[in-house]
């Protein structure tokens, strides 16, 4: 698995848990937000992945 699908993977399951913590997800409907927050995270991890290395050629 690529880094930073463990990344977006590893704080995805952060925010489920926190989720659950505080009633906003059940284990029942658990299925349905994973997939849902586990590509919000990666799309934004691997944008600012191509905005940095945007900056870092550009200097």
Known sequence: ?????KQALQVAKEII???IEVGRISPSN???NFDTIYN????????GEENS???GASK
């Open 53 to 55: 290395c945007e900056k």
């Open 17 to 19: 848990v926190k989720f």
């Open 1 to 5: 698995m690529e880094k930073l699908q």
């Open 30 to 32: 658990f299925s349905e």
């Open 40 to 47: 919000d995270v990666l799309k934004t991890i691997s944008s």
